[in-house]
């Protein structure tokens, strides 16, 4: 068996290693090289070394408010989202009548696409700010916590499925044994359930990471940066630089680049101190 899997994994691995190098690393590595060039197409590229890194972050605003304002919007979703997922789970692993449907009901959300959830909500929340006149656009804060709503309400669902399969493996006996020894709720909270759920907060982390970071067609759907690109995120602002400004493509690509280096960042960044607590656990 071991002799077969050594004699055709080659096999197997070369369709899944062609469609990573012509799909992912090929266009990466044309992108990074295109970062450093002034280029409307592929063909007629001009070297400008790193002048486009230069412009973005210095005659460029938008670049600098829609930088903060992702990391704003991340800050708060990353917090709110595990912080409900959790409780949800916790909720949700007790005995309770219908818990089967109330996870699916929460679970429902996540499966609709975001631009058309950035449309849904945009109807929902205009329609209520309708009634004092205004919408969403009228204010950056409107769109800001707008944007955080429908995150939380598309993700909890989703991160609750993922915290109650970790609540769930944890072993019985260890909540027996933390009763019989007369451990308060709170207390079997804190030493057995949050360590024990470590793995999961880790990948939820991680998501809600990297998925609020990444934030476009929701943010596009329901503000579309207004009022001002005021509450554009990176991906709308690499989006309008890109294709909404002549000449500028390289800047767009250069804010690209700056994009993926500081998600691959502060990404691998949570995953080492999350690991380390899970060692610890």
Do not use: H
């Amino acid at each position: 068996m071991e002799k077969n899997i050594k004699k055709y994994f080659p096999v197997f691995l070369l369709p899944t290693l062609l469609s990573f190098v012509t799909v992912f690393l090929i266009p990466f590595l044309m992108g990074i090289y295109l970062s450093f060039t002034k280029f409307t197409t592929v063909e007629n590229a001009e070297w400008t070394g790193i002048d486009n890194y230069i412009k973005a972050f210095t005659q460029d605003e938008n670049f600098i408010n829609a930088l903060w304002f992702t990391v704003k919007f991340t800050v708060v979703s990353v917090i709110t989202v595990n912080f409900f997922a959790f409780c949800l789970a916790l909720l949700l692993t007790k005995a309770i009548k219908g818990r089967a449907f109330f996870r699916t009901v929460f679970f429902m959300p996540n499966l609709i696409g975001g631009i058309v959830l950035g449309y849904i909500w945009n109807l929902l929340i205009n329609a209520f700010l309708g009634i004092l006149g205004l919408d969403i656009t009228y204010s950056a804060d409107y769109g800001f916590w707008g944007l955080v709503f429908l995150m939380n309400w598309q993700l909890i669902g989703y991160m609750m499925v993922i915290y109650i399969a970790g609540i769930q493996n944890i072993p019985e006996e260890l909540n027996e044994a933390a009763r019989i020894d007369g451990a308060s709720s709170l207390s079997v909270l804190k030493n057995i359930t949050i360590p024990m759920v470590m793995p999961s907060v880790t990948i939820c982390l991680f998501l809600t990471l990297t998925n609020s970071f990444k934030l476009f067609d929701q943010n596009l759907a329901l503000t579309g940066g207004a009022p001002g690109r005021e509450t554009a995120m990176l991906a709308l602002d690499i989006f309008n630089t890109f294709y909404g400004r002549a000449g500028w493509q390289g800047v767009g690509q250069a804010k690209a680049v700056v994009f993926f280096l500081i998600v691959a960042a502060i990404a691998f960044t949570q995953l080492k101190i999350t690991a380390r607590k899970e060692v610890e656990a």
